[in-house]
Structure formats: C-alpha cells, structure tokens
C-alpha cells in the first residue's frame, strides 16, 4: 500500500483573498487571484521525492452561497494544474465538494457526505489508488481539516494561517506549523523517526 500527504488549498497551498464586501478572506474567485504561498512547489517536490502520492481535498462552497460562479472556481482549479504540471508535481487526484448546507443554488445546497470534515475523499482515495491512511498525513488551516484526518485514520497537521484563525481552536492536531515547508519537514522527520524504529 502506499502513502499519501492529502492537502487542502486555500491557506495551505495559495494565498486567501480579502473580499472588500464581506471584510473576509475567502478562496480566490478568479484565476488572477490565485497566488502561491512561497516554497509550497519545492515543498511538494520534497513530498513526492520522499514516496508521497499527493491529494488536494478542499471545500468549495461559494459558488452554493451565490458568491461566484462554478465556472470561475474550475478556472482557478485549471490555473493551479497548470502551475503544477509546469512544475512537474504530479497530483494524483483532486478532490472539490461545492456543497453548502447553507447555500443559494438549490442542488448545491444540501448536507452532503463529501465536505470536510466528513471523510469521504480521503476513504475513496484509500479504496481507488490503494492508499495506507494510518501512514499518511493531511494538512490544513481549518479544525475541519483536522477533523476529517482523525476520522479517516491520518496524522494531521494545522497550518497556523492567520487570515483563517476562527476557524480553528476545537481540536488539538498532531503538530501545528507556520505555513507547508514547516508541515513538510515535521513530516519528513517523522519519516526518518519512523525508520529508525523499525
């Protein structure tokens, strides 16, 4: 079986926006305002180097709360492939819910089994690409993040962005860190630990 390192996006891998409307930062709506964060595509050169499938699994519900279109949130998906195909990082999936319980769009507001912290896409990612969870990892900003690893069996890693901090303090994660290069070295040090007991 192999292992994986399962991502979440927004406040791990890019940049949050501020919405000027709502005075909130919100995943990007748009192409250009997807921004990377410094160091994540060496970072997940790093992962994959060391045996890492990669998975992206991120909640996107704006365009269920009439904030966006889904046609401006499959662009800035196809932006971000395109920045990782150029890098030559291999994602094996990726993984989006657009489902809202609180939405606008009528078949996108529902109370699904896909949205974190449920934990239906790292259990299909297991069952399709014939993933380890109890050796793998998730890492995100959110407690939901944290949440959907406990209950699929991963270690977990919070990302103490700032932009998303009230979405955090109900759990205690595994290891906190400051942004991915910081996740990605506990999580290749926990490799060598791991090796070394063995």
């Known amino acids: 079986m192999k ?16 919405n000027h409307e709502t005075g909130e930062y919100e995943p990007p709506h ?23 499938e990669l998975f992206l699994i991120s909640n996107q519900p704006d365009y269920a709360k009439g904030k966006t279109t ?5 662009a800035v998906h196809e932006k971000l492939d395109v920045i990782f195909i150029k890098s030559r ?9 657009y489902h809202h319980p609180d939405g606008i769009v009528p078949e996108y507001s529902c109370v699904c089994e896909c949205r974190k912290p449920k934990p239906y896409f790292l259990l299909k ?24 690893g406990e209950a699929a069996g991963t270690r977990t890693i919070q990302i103490e962005e700032k ?11 595994d290891f906190y860190a400051g942004d ?8 290749l040090k926990s490799k060598i630990s791991d090796a070394d007991c063995e």
């Not at 990082?89 to 819910?97: L, Q, V």
């Not at 932009?163 to 994660?173: D, E, F, I, T």
């Open 30 to 52: 748009s192409p250009g305002e997807l921004v990377l964060f410094p160091g994540v595509i060496p970072s997940l050169h790093s992962l994959s180097s060391a045996g890492f």
């Open 180 to 187: 991915l290069t910081e996740a990605v070295n506990i999580i």
């Open 125 to 148: 990612a297991a069952k399709d690409y014939d993933i380890d969870l109890s050796e793998s990892w998730i890492v995100g900003d959110r407690d939901s993040d944290i949440e959907c």
């Open 3 to 18: 292992k994986a390192v399962f991502l979440d996006r927004d406040g791990v891998i890019n940049r949050l926006v501020l």
């Open 89 to 97: 990082i291999h994602f094996k999936d990726y993984f989006y819910c």
């Open 70 to 74: 889904l046609e401006n949130l499959k």
């Open 163 to 173: 932009h998303s901090a009230r979405y955090r303090g109900s759990v205690r994660p």
